[in-house]
Antibody
């Protein structure tokens, strides 16, 4: 059974930092692109970032470029999202999702970890 | 960026009746490899998104056959043939043809 477990969320002041983690199990983690998608309270879904299976290809949405960094450690079946210079508008539930590139979809999602940016 | 526009944003439906959601993209979703990477996701209250349909019309494993997807180019539709109580939630279309991946605003399906 595929499982994705996010952690690392919390309350942080504007300008602060957090590191989110997502551990995958039940599949060959090193073979898949992984992504982060966020959802602000009461709002829709927003793709944040993706990293290819080997880590060589990385993409970000414009609003987080230069502030967020995605990385992965395939030996630990883990993908990370480093969040720096946080703003109030980054407050959201951050989901980790496994991407099936051959058919271009996200078949599996974690339960999410909540990031709240507030003073 | 490709903008995904869904209509309606809210759809009150009687149990057992059909529902239809439209999704329009600001540019063609046909990839250079010939595929169209348009998927539909369902998000029940308090739950993460769940994949229903991928590549326009392919039902994901375990998805009931009352859900169907259709369309091409820039216009796509999700249909629920007979709405059941468990179908309540928000439905999103999503394109993976181009970065950044983008989602529609979401359509809330509720029971009348």
């Amino acid at each position: 059974e595929v499982q994705l477990l996010e952690s690392g969320g919390g309350l942080v002041q504007p300008g602060g930092s957090l590191r989110l983690s997502c551990v995958g199990s039940g599949f060959t983690f090193s073979s898949y692109t992984m992504s982060w998608v966020r959802q602000a309270p009461g709002k829709g879904l927003e793709w944040v970032s993706s990293i290819s299976s080997g880590g060589g290809n990385i993409d970000y949405t414009d609003s987080v470029k230069g502030r967020f960094t995605i990385s992965r450690d395939n030996s630990k079946n883990t993908v990370y999202l480093q969040l720096n210079s946080l703003r109030a508008e980054d407050t959201a539930l951050y989901y980790c999702a496994k991407y099936y590139g051959i058919s271009g979809y996200y078949p599996y999602w974690g339960q999410g970890t909540l990031v709240t940016v507030s003073s | 960026d490709i903008v995904m526009t869904q209509t309606p944003l809210s759809s009150p439906v009687t149990l057992g009746q059909p529902a239809s959601i439209s999704c329009r993209s600001s540019q063609s979703l046909v990839h250079s490899d010939g595929n169209t990477y348009l998927s539909w996701l369902q998000q029940r209250p308090g739950q993460p998104p769940r994949l229903l349909i991928y590549k326009v019309s392919n039902r994901f494993s375990g998805v009931p056959d009352r859900f169907s997807g259709s369309g091409a180019g820039t216009d796509f539709t999700l249909k629920i043939s007979r709405v059941e109580a468990e179908d309540v939630g928000v439905y999103y279309c999503m394109q993976a043809t181009q970065f950044p991946r983008t989602f529609g605003q979401g359509t809330k399906v509720e029971i009348k």
